[in-house]
């Protein structure tokens, strides 16, 4: 339907937070690959289908990144599932998953459906402590970025800094050790500099807070990655 492998660029926007129609408009507008729909707190099936309808009326693909099956809703392009490899918790990696699987097995379109291997490394994240994780080490985050590639085959590994700027030399280490999976990188971009620091290693960037910190200068992240 839409080329994934082209993608550079994603805004994710959170179901629980405040955003004007106007903002939204701006948002699909801007030139990103995709809008991302997902959060850690208070996702409610509302806030889900309040987003939605804002970006439908563009033509920019929406992917709802799955935090709970209470808030999942036909109507989007693609569903990514997040498995939390540095959980502690089995919960995170599998279980709810599966109890999705159980309840909507039959009716799921698995074309539309993606697994993205996780590496929450924020400690003062809410998802992390939601996730209960575990903080990797790099030569230990290189290792779930390999069983991502190579034991799972995982279409996405997604290195998750939520929040706060990451190593862009842990950036390009991962990203030098995958040949399939795509990586995807996560947190704290707020300018278009650190846009084209992390997009010069990462195959996908997500830029969430700074929708809603600093609009204008979010915005000016897409074309730092094009
Ligand atoms: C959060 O990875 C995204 O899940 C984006 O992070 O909100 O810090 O931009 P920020």
């Known amino acids: 339907m839409y080329n994934i492998d082209e993608w550079k660029h994603i805004f994710k926007l959170d ?5 004007s129609e106007e903002m939204i408009d701006k948002i699909c507008e801007s030139g990103t690959d995709a809008i991302m729909v997902g959060g850690t707190d208070d ?5 889900v289908l309040q987003l939605l309808s804002g970006i439908r009326r563009h033509t920019v693909p929406v992917i709802l990144e799955i935090s ?30 599966h109890q999705a699987v159980l309840e909507y097995g039959d009716i799921v379109n698995w074309d539309e459906m993606f697994a993205e291997g996780y590496c929450i490394m924020n400690d003062k994240s809410k998802v992390y402590q939601h996730a209960n994780c575990n903080l990797p080490s790099n030569e230990e985050t290189i290792a779930y970025a390999r069983m991502a590639e190579h034991l799972f085959r995982l279409p996405f590994f997604y290195l998750e800094y939520s929040g ?18 795509k990586l995807i990188y996560g ?19 997500v830029v969430g807070n700074a929708l809603y910190d600093n609009p204008k200068e979010a915005l000016k992240t897409v074309k730092a990655t094009k």
């Open 164 to 181: 706060t700027y990451g190593d862009p030399t842990l950036v390009k280490t991962i990203s030098q050790e995958l040949n399939h999976t």
């Open 15 to 19: 179901p629980a937070k405040e955003i």
């Open 68 to 97: 709970n099956i209470e808030s999942v809703t036909p109507g989007y392009d693609y569903y990514f599932v997040p498995l939390v490899l540095n959980s502690q918790d089995k919960k995170w990696m599998m279980d709810i998953q």
């Open 43 to 47: 996702v409610t099936l509302d806030g």
């Open 187 to 205: 947190g704290g971009i707020a300018t278009k500099e650190q846009a084209a620091e992390i997009s010069a290693y990462a195959d996908i960037i």
